[in-house]
């Protein structure tokens, strides 16, 4: 895991958290969007600019790119487990502030 990652200019504090938490644990996950979902482990590209990748194996070279968008939830695969890493309806609110 690198600090070196290009998150996303929107995602929240919190998820960024969350997703370092998994990819320090190399725990598998289900990152779910409003009309889609993928499975995998958590990983991040090479090069100067690291973008995130959700890989099917913890050994796999390349993935799906995960989203600029901020996922619903993120889950543990295991039916077992049933973990919520990152859940979108607890997020603290943001306050925007009107200004003049």
Known sequence: MSNDIAWPKDFPQS?????????KNHLRVKVIYRDY????????????HKALLIVKKSNSFGGVSMSQRIPLQIVS???????????F????PILFVHTQ
Request: a neutral charge.
């Open 37 to 48: 979902s993928e499975s995998g482990y958590i990983s991040n590209s090479i090069g100067p």
């Open 77 to 87: 695969s295991s039916k077992k487990d049933g973990r919520v890493f990152w859940d």
């Open 89 to 92: 309806a607890k997020m603290e």
């Open 15 to 23: 998820l960024i958290s969350a997703i370092r938490e998994i990819m």
